[in-house]
């Protein structure tokens, strides 16, 4: 594939090699751009297979006779089980969207099965994170859990028949992040009911929608899709997000099912059910202990919240539930057994809704091998703390802002949120951030707008910033850098030049940041910034000094109250069943 550099490359030993190593993810997650591979690697044709048993023939002497016939049956065997391994799996062990696999003859039937969407429904100016010294990057995927009640499938397993022609709400929402060296990876949720900036977003069938500040993030969904929900997590996070997967209320069902039952566990007997106090409840009744649930029941699960007592331990419930459900899956050898991945095909390929870019077996295959070496105990799941939302304490809550910029950080970095790695993985590894094709011009020629963004944590700006940074700045030759009054407040310092300008614009601005010591990964291109130009917004995490110095991460530095793993989950007490009474 033309990828010589690349780990592995050249080796004569047959494994199932890396999807960047073969060119299949490059347009997945950046590395087609890195390393210049196509984005699709050519399927394997009968006339390449033909070659290949001749080839065969003639170093191991098959011949015409018996003996020689036998030999190349076998090694036609060989070679087709090597195919279909191949071309069987769509491993998505994803929470409630599961995991699945394909079989080479349902190739084209699973991929008809499969619906898409655009990745994005607007322009956070978020870009790829810097490939590592290796030449690979984190994957980061955005996990979907949809209400929508469009047909009686999902009407009967969610109730609400006035909610029918609804658009549906994001209920869970996930971000999977797997590590650049694809030895950990994690699961970070925002519980449903928090209000965050939801940015301008256009719907799939062009319909635009203003942002706003006070809504809570479950209704990103409905602001234009999916794609939305992604704008508006990128937007949040400042993490770049490869690909978004959805799921509904019948998708959740058919593929708890088809993995024979999820394992949970509770502390004590559960009944959630509607009380004087609190209307509703999702149906959810277990007995004390673990159970392998599956069916409605592991949709009442997923949709539990009273009972577990909060929204963050209903993340926490969801948390168990796909740990379960990856156990599940390494006991059933999922990624391996062909006749597992048959049934598993069917059903998630069927359940799920993914953007556009994965929307086919192929890609999917790719996305799941990506997963498949890393252990359970590098796959750590975590939410972000919460307070209660002052205009309506009882009903939504709000992010506590030092707890996600860690984590928001940690992800930025590819710092694993476990500490059970290796010495070596414990640090963010040696980056290498690829140089612009188009060198800078000469600093004092480079216009640079200043913003004092350092009240985008909530606190006062920091006074007189703007000016001093545009100081700096000429000090250091860009002797047309001025400050500037206007202009939003940003948790993260970054460096932003016109879409418009291409490589020119990008040379520029690189050059702006790292004058300043600031990271490849703080230079983004932005729309909004065709009328300034190129602009240093400082934000929240550079108060003071002259020289950028990158907030410390470290691998496991997680917030108090961030990690929720659990052995079984707590009952609140109003909820408690003693396992007999009906009522």
């Avoid at 009967?156 to 590590?179: C, E, F, T």
């Avoid at 077996?361 to 750590?380: A, E, H, P, Y």
Wanted: with cysteine; glycine share 12%; hydrophobic share 35%.
């Amino acid at each position: 594939m033309g990828q010589s550099s690349v780990r592995g490359e050249g080796t004569r030993k047959k494994r199932v090699p890396r999807a960047r190593e073969l060119g299949w993810d490059d347009d997945l997650h950046g590395a087609g751009e890195a390393t210049g591979a196509k984005a699709d690697a050519p399927e394997e044709t009968d006339t390449d297979a033909a070659a290949s048993t001749r080839a065969s023939r003639r170093r191991g002497g098959g011949g015409t006779g018996p003996s020689g016939r036998a030999a190349a049956r076998r090694r036609a065997k060989k070679t087709g089980k090597r195919k279909v391994l191949r071309w069987t799996a769509i491993t998505l062990s994803l929470l409630i969207l599961g995991t699945a696999g394909a079989g080479y003859l349902y190739y084209e039937h699973l991929n008809g099965n499969i619906r898409g969407g655009s990745r994005a429904g607007g322009d956070s100016g978020v870009k790829r994170a810097a490939p590592n010294a290796l030449g690979d990057t984190p994957l980061n995927i955005l996990l979907i859990g949809s209400d929508s009640r469009n047909d009686e499938k999902n009407i009967a397993l969610g109730g609400g028949r006035d909610d029918k022609n609804r658009k549906p709400l994001a209920d869970v929402q996930m971000l999977l992040h797997i590590s650049a060296d694809r030895k950990n990876a994690s699961i970070i949720s925002i519980p449903r009911d928090t209000v965050v900036h939801i940015p301008d977003c256009k719907g799939e069938d062009g319909t635009p929608y203003a942002a706003t500040d006070s809504r809570p993030i479950n209704e990103s969904l409905q602001r234009g899709g999916p794609g939305c929900t992604l704008t508006t997590w990128e937007n949040l996070t400042g993490v770049y997000i490869d690909h978004w997967m959805m799921v509904d209320f019948a998708g959740v069902v058919a593929m708890a099912d088809e993995v024979g039952g999820v394992p949970v566990c509770v502390k004590t007997g559960v009944w959630d059910r509607s009380t004087a106090a609190q209307h509703g409840g999702s149906g959810l009744r277990l007995t004390e202990g673990s159970h392998d649930i599956k069916g409605e029941q592991a949709l009442q699960w997923l949709r539990t919240r009273h009972a577990f007592g909060s929204d963050q331990n209903r993340a926490k419930a969801q948390h168990m539930y796909m740990n379960g459900m990856m156990k599940r899956l390494q006991e059933q050898n999922a990624w391996s057994d062909t006749g597992r991945l048959m049934g598993l095909a069917e059903t998630a390929t069927t359940a799920l809704q993914v953007s556009d870019e994965i929307r086919s077996v192929k890609k999917l295959f790719d996305l799941s091998m990506q997963f498949k070496n890393v252990k359970l105990d590098r796959l750590t799941t975590a939410t972000v703390p919460t307070v209660e939302y002052p205009q309506r304490p009882k009903e939504w809550l709000q992010l506590v802002p030092s707890s996600a910029d860690r984590m928001w950080a940690m992800l930025r970095d590819d710092v694993a949120l476990d500490k059970n790695g290796d010495l070596a993985d414990a640090k963010p590894k040696p980056s290498t951030s690829a140089k612009p094709k188009t060198p800078a011009e000469d600093p004092a020629s480079i216009a640079v707008t200043v913003v004092n963004g350092t009240d985008g944590d909530g606190q006062a700006p920091a006074e007189g910033r703007a000016k001093k940074m545009a100081s700096t700045l000429q000090g250091k030759g860009f002797t047309r850098a001025e400050p500037t009054q206007e202009g939003e407040g940003r948790k993260d310092t970054v460096v932003t030049y016109p879409k418009a300008s291409g490589e020119q614009g990008k040379a520029n601005a690189q050059s702006v940041a790292t004058a300043l010591g600031l990271p490849a990964s703080a230079v983004r291109a932005d729309t909004a910034a065709d009328a300034q130009g190129i602009t240093l917004i400082v934000g929240a995490d550079w108060r003071e000094g002259d020289t950028y110095k990158k907030p410390r991460t470290e691998a496991g530095d997680l917030p108090q109250g961030a990690d929720d793993k659990a052995s079984c989950m707590d009952i609140y007490s109003v909820y408690k069943w003693d396992g007999k009474s009906k009522n």
